[in-house]
Every structure is written in structure tokens, then in C-alpha cells.
């Protein structure tokens, strides 16, 4: 009897597959924003005092990493310059404290594209040679896949990155906003139409890639367009809008598939959170979003403080 009900036991653990659960942090569009500050909009009103911050992002964060169990991954869905105290630093300080939280992926924001704060004397490879310089400061990949150097033809940056968790590849692909095409800075790159890209992409990825996440910084009206030409595309991270989607936006396709959207507003004032279970078909079989407004119920971090 008990050599029988081993063998269950043993049938039983492979027929049940378990689920993998994971859990995405991201930020969009904090345009130098680095301490907290009296915020006020339609959303927040007087509810709270001060919001967002770094120190209390990088509170914020360590803490979800203690307390869930599941595979934790932080994105920064592209402009982290543009604005506040430090931008004739060029995005450095903002990258240094990015790599202290350990990010795993950036977008390219339109911003990085004039880190130069819009001097029109410096064009072309000058003006990039800061976001260059980005590049190598960063340990996370920094993504666009749509930029183009207009001498050599080719990719001028990461287009995508493919992490994997138990055995599910998540591919991550970046693009960045058209309005890059009229900067002095960019006289030397080459921005191609998202569509045509997104051909390229999956083309590229084909065999690859279990789930397709967009990390995009096209803003809405482009990332809506290709949700729906693309169902190969599970779920979009948006930047660039400056939307607070404190639930998810849906796009419907034509085959009854959805495709969620997620963007977290600006200046830091919020976190993203999804929460995504994947099922034993590597498919997304569900998800559950909130933005988590930073307040003083998160202390800021003491590293950080001694760092701005």
C-alpha cells in the first residue's frame, strides 16, 4: 500500500505543473525628479503632502523584494532627464542611482536623445556622445530598436533584451518616440517608423520569445496602433504620455485578443506594479496592476540620502 501511494505521489507532482509568477516595478517620465515635492493634479488633489522622491522609490522597492516571493523585475520606461537640479550632469547621477536599485532594463526616452539641455550648437555625435556615455555607466541594457546610424546603416543601440525565469523567455523590446526626428542633436541617427520596425523585431525574436512585453516610449496613440496590428504583442509598458493608468488600459483586437497597457503617470510621483501569473503553456493566464503612489509612508532610503 505505501509502495502505491509513492507512485501516486510521483504520477501526481508531473502531472501538476505549477504556475510561475513574476512581478514587475516600473517607473516612466521622472524627468529628474529626485526628491519628493508638493504634487497636485485631479488624481491626488489634497489627499496626500509631498510625493515620489528616490529615496522613498528605492524604500519602496527593497521592500516588495523582501516580501514577495516571486521573480522581481524593474523597468524604467525612458525620459529620467529633462528637468530638476542636476541636469548638467547629463543623466549620470540619475543612471549611478538606478544601477544602486538595480534596474533591468531602461527605454530610451525622447529627453536622452538632448541631454545637452537643447544647446543648438552641438549636433549630431557630440550631442549623443552624452547618452553614449550613459550607456557605458549603466549595468542594465539601455533600449531602443528603432534608432539608426545614418552612416553605418545599423542599430545604435540594444533593441530588445530576453530574460528568462524557469524555463520563460520574456522578451523585452524598446522603442523611442518619432519627436526625436526633429532634434538638432539627432542629425546622425535615423528614427524608422515603429511599424516597419515591429516587423523586423519579430522576424528577429521568431523562436525565441515565450512572452512579448513592449517597453515602449512611442507614447499612447502609437502604442494603442500597434497593439492591435500585433497580437504577438502580450502587454505594453508605456512611457512618454505622462498617463496614470491606475487601472489598465485594453486595447481589443480584431481576433477577440486583449493587450493591457500600463503607465505610471510622471516625475516619480508613482511605482508600477504588476503582478503576472504565466501558466504551464508559457502564456500569460493573469494579471493584476496599481500604482503605488510614493508618501511618507515610505522612508527614504539612508544610501540614497547621502547620495543627492
Avoid at 509631498?50 to 522613498?56: A, K, V
Avoid at 525622447?110 to 550607456?135: C, R, T
Amino acid at each position: 500500500m505505501k509502495k502505491l501511494f509513492t507512485i501516486f505521489l510521483i504520477i501526481l507532482s508531473v502531472c501538476v505543473v505549477a504556475d510561475t509568477n513574476i512581478t514587475i516595478l516600473h517607473t516612466n517620465d521622472t524627468h529628474g525628479r529626485w526628491h519628493s515635492f508638493k504634487y497636485r493634479d485631479n488624481h491626488f488633489g489634497d489627499t496626500y503632502g509631498d510625493l515620489g522622491g528616490f529615496g522613498r522609490r528605492a524604500t519602496y522597492i527593497k521592500e516588495v523584494r523582501k516580501t514577495t516571493k516571486n521573480k522581481v523585475f524593474l523597468f524604467d520606461i525612458g525620459d529620467i532627464s529633462g528637468t530638476g537640479e542636476y541636469q548638467n550632469q547629463y543623466g549620470v547621477p540619475e543612471i549611478k542611482l538606478m544601477n544602486y536599485l538595480k534596474y533591468d532594463l531602461m527605454t530610451l526616452g525622447n529627453h536622452e536623445f538632448k541631454l545637452d539641455q537643447g544647446d543648438k550648437n552641438e549636433k549630431g555625435p557630440v550631442a549623443i556622445s552624452y547618452l553614449k556615455n550613459l550607456v557605458k555607466t549603466a549595468k542594465f541594457p539601455l533600449l531602443s530598436a528603432n534608432v539608426y546610424n545614418k552612416t553605418t546603416g545599423k542599430r545604435e543601440f540594444q533593441p530588445y533584451v530576453i530574460f528568462t525565469e524557469k524555463n520563460i523567455r520574456i522578451a523585452c523590446v524598446g522603442m523611442t518616440s518619432l519627436k526625436c526626428r526633429t532634434y538638432p542633436q539627432c542629425s546622425n541617427l535615423t528614427f524608422t517608423d515603429p511599424n516597419e520596425e515591429w516587423k523586423k523585431v519579430l522576424e528577429e525574436l521568431k523562436g525565441k520569445s515565450d512572452i512579448l512585453i513592449f517597453v515602449s516610449h512611442l507614447g499612447d496613440l502609437a502604442d494603442v496602433a500597434l497593439a492591435k496590428l500585433y497580437p504577438e504583442i502580450d502587454m505594453i509598458i508605456e512611457g512618454d504620455f505622462h498617463t496614470f493608468r491606475f487601472e489598465p488600459g485594453i486595447v481589443t483586437r480584431n481576433d477577440n485578443s486583449i493587450c493591457p497597457l500600463f503607465e505610471t503617470g510622471q516625475y516619480g510621483v508613482c511605482v508600477g506594479r504588476i503582478d503576472i501569473v504565466i501558466d504551464e503553456n508559457k502564456k500569460i493566464k493573469s494579471y493584476k496592476s496599481e500604482l503605488v503612489p510614493m508618501t511618507d509612508k515610505y522612508k527614504s532610503d539612508k544610501k540614497v540620502n547621502s547620495f543627492i
